[in-house]
């Protein structure tokens, strides 16, 4: 007995339910639109993570940046840019070496994640630029991801 349509696409409907929706809610990370495009940067950008996802207002949020290092870093400092439909909302610089103990050494890395409520922000959309800058003022790398920010009612906290 030959399986018939509705069987036969049992299987790639399976394989879409499983690994589909882990990709559609990875974070899209992209240089710096005033980055040159050949420029070859110190730190390499791997990846962000954000939990949760969308972003709680007043909720604790953690972002993780993970990173391939190119070379030893003894200091520098990690600015944070955040826009809102556009508009430049909010900056903040952070020393990287405060956290963990630099120096950094060559390969992958995870900064510490950047912990926020953003219990101030509306909901919305955002889009946020991390610029890593080493002890010498020298850009190591300069990228940006979007996010969204939602009201915690919509999702049945409080």
Known sequence: MEPTFQMKMI????????????FSFATRVQHCAD???????????KGV???PSPIVRGHP?????????????????????????GWHIY??????CVETSCPYSFG??????LRTSLAFFLPGSYHMQITIIDGDDNKLTCF??????VIASLFGDS
Do not use: R
């Not at 980055?35 to 110190?42: C, P």
């Not at 992958?108 to 994640?113: E, G, K, S, V």
């Not at 940006?144 to 920010?149: K, M, N, S, T, V």
């Open 11 to 22: 299987v790639p409907v399976l394989l879409w339910v499983c690994f589909v929706p882990q």
């Open 35 to 45: 980055a040159d495009e050949t420029a070859k940067y110190d730190i390499t950008v």
């Open 49 to 51: 993570e954000i939990s």
């Open 61 to 85: 949020t953690n972002m993780t940046f993970n990173l391939i290092i190119g070379k030893p870093i003894i200091a520098g400092k990690m600015v944070v840019d955040i826009s809102y439909f």
């Open 91 to 96: 900056s903040d610089s952070h020393d990287i």
């Open 108 to 113: 992958d890395f995870a900064l510490p994640p």
């Open 144 to 149: 940006g991801f979007d996010y969204e920010l």
